[in-house]
């Protein structure tokens, strides 16, 4: 019997397989993948036992990862129900569906952890909203949950209510992200700078100005009049930041991302 089994081993899967063996090793952990070429791959890499029946992985875990694309949870869900009851925990991670859709696709009550990491797990450095009621759950389960999450980085319990958001403040961000760095890293490419110490410098500078929103508790308002000297080169950047819509663009991308979140097809 495994503790943790993962069905699926897309990105975000693989990110999460990557934190948790980092933590507590290969022996708890088994995951199937419809690439059979790409799961022999991965079960070498890792050292995690691989099945490729999902209907073994439900039997054999005690929490079970649903690590697809949601519009094949309904077929998974077909292919698991009899091999899930109470006492296993499912763990969706899938944007839009909510617990109660998830229970209706089980066609039976079962206990759900709903929640949305990022693909910074790979490294250690996800951030992971998620919700449960605890009522269903034991104190021993309970740091079960929270340890599986802390293990690729860190995570904050909200109410349902709010996984949309997360979605567009954590889930679907770092890929906001990616492109402010290779748009900054661009733009000094074209005064000489070589690209690969572009990358460096503006990524480390990212990195750095999260961890001082982190671990200042400064609003990020004030971190910024921070580095605004009067009359300034930063000041002139930021203004030509707000003239082209930076504020703006942020709030519109968050607005896509909210509603696909509330309307996933």
């Given at each position: 019997?495994y ?5 699926g ?20 952990v088994?995951f199937s ?22 209907s ?17 949870y ?7 129900k ?19 859709e ?12 709903r ?6 797990a ?6 992971t ?11 021993t ?14 995570m ?5 209510k709010l ?11 770092p ?5 402010f ?5 661009d733009?000094?490419?074209?005064y ?8 460096e410098f ?13 671990e ?11 580095v605004?000297?009067p009359g ?31 309307h996933?097809?």
């Open positions: 019997m503790k943790y089994g993962f069905i081993m897309g990105n975000m899967g693989s990110a999460m397989l990557s934190g948790l063996i980092r933590k507590y090793g290969a022996k708890q088994v993948e419809h690439d059979k070429e790409k799961m022999k791959k991965k079960s070498e890499e890792t050292g995690a036992a691989c099945l490729e029946n999902n073994e992985i439900a039997k054999e875990s005690k929490y079970i990862i649903l690590a697809v694309k949601p519009v094949v309904e077929k998974v869900f077909r292919e698991i009899n091999d899930i009851d109470y006492s296993k925990v499912i763990i969706s991670i899938a944007p839009g569906i909510s617990m109660e998830l229970k209706s696709m089980a066609g039976k009550d079962i206990r759900i952890v929640a949305m990491p990022n693909t910074p790979m490294v250690g450095e996800g951030m909203g998620v919700c449960f009621d605890e009522n269903e759950f034991s104190d389960e309970i740091k079960e949950i929270e340890g599986f999450f802390n293990s690729f980085g860190k904050c319990r909200v109410e349902e996984m949309s958001a997360v979605t567009c403040a954590s889930g679907s961000s890929a906001y992200v990616y492109m760095i290779e748009a900054l890293a733009s000094v490419v074209k000489g700078m070589p690209r690969n110490k572009a990358y503006v990524a480390q500078t990212v990195l750095g100005s999260a961890k001082m929103v982190l200042t508790g400064e609003h990020p308002g004030k971190l910024k009049d921070n605004c000297s300034g080169t930063t000041i002139a950047a930021v203004e030509a930041l707000e003239e082209n819509g930076l504020r703006n663009s942020l709030f519109k991308a968050t607005e896509k991302c909210y509603r696909k979140c509330e996933m097809d």
